[in-house]
């Protein structure tokens, strides 16, 4: 039995802060944002839309669209960090407002590769045959930990949300490899600790630029396959520079690697499923392409996912 994704959905708060506004607020520049990041603008949310708010519309698409009874998902896994509140957790919260009453509900904390954590840990439930249909969200808030005094780290993120609804699908599609990885050591680079993110953006940029590259070729081993193979490489859309250092490495030409981060900067646990909704409203995802996925980010941790695409 393969699990894959049956339905996807995605939200993106409406209010876009470009980098000229920025140049308003703090000392940094238009010219030094797009050359160093590839962010031209950003989507952030109003006080009044939360984390929950965000997932919950996301995940409502995503069920619509997979066209499954909401009584029938077994299990809701949300990557985030930034949840409404300690607890209950951001499953909990999806879980009543969609009608899933049938559902386990748990949140899921591995930073900007959560969602590729919340991906694999669903293809175990599935293939084991524990639940039919999985409720997969990747979703930040991150404007709210966000220091806007620091330049260092206000320039790069954005709030959002994605979400995907795993199930059995036909032989050969859905996910076919998985590698998921931690390295705590580097975890004094990247941290929340207090009210806000903290990150030394240099030794994060090195990790992954050799990790992004390092998995996707892992993944494509595991799965027997070789990077001529891939369709569309959707890397988490941290900074451009990095997205582009795996495309290189992989040999893809432009048009196989989705970028988004110029619209949405970095979301985190939401940048890959965002751009997955994207690529495919863009018609750039057919049945029975080769999607190769990879995050990486806080923890550190890092997780990456071959995957044929259709139900
Ligand atoms: O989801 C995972 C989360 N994090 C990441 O993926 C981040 C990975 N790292 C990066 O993307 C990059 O390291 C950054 C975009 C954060 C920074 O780019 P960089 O090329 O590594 O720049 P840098 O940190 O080496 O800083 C270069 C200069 C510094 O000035 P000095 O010390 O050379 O005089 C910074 O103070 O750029 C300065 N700087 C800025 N200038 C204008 C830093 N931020 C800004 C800014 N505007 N917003």
Known sequence: MNAGIIGIGRYLPEQIVTNHELEQRMDTTDEWIRTRTGIEERR????????????????????????VDPAEIGMILVATVTPDKGFP???????????????????????????????????????GGVYSHILVVGVEKLSKITDWEDRN???????????????EVSEGRGILSIELGTDGRGGKYLFQDGPYIAMNGREVFKF????????AENVLKKAGLTKEDIDLL?????????MESSRNRLELPEHKMSKTVHKYGNTSSASIPISLVEELEKGKIRDDDLIVMVGFGGGLTWGAIAMRWGK
């Not at 591995?110 to 599935?126: N, R, S, V």
């Not at 890397?235 to 451009?240: E, K, M, R, V």
């Open 44 to 67: 952030i949310a109003s006080d009044e839309v939360d984390t929950s708010r965000m997932a919950i519309e996301a995940a409502k698409t995503a069920i619509a669209g997979a066209g």
């Open 89 to 127: 957790s951001v499953a909990s919260m999806i879980q009543q407002e969609v009608g899933a009453v049938n559902a386990a509900a748990m949140d899921l904390s591995a930073a900007c590769a959560g969602f590729m954590y919340g991906l694999a840990t669903a293809k175990q439930f599935i293939e």
């Open 153 to 167: 780290t206000a320039v790069l993120f954005g709030d959002g949300a994605g979400a995907a609804v795993v199930s």
């Open 208 to 215: 992954a630029v050799r990790q992004m590259g390092e998995s």
């Open 234 to 242: 959707v890397p988490h859309q941290a900074n451009i520079r990095i």
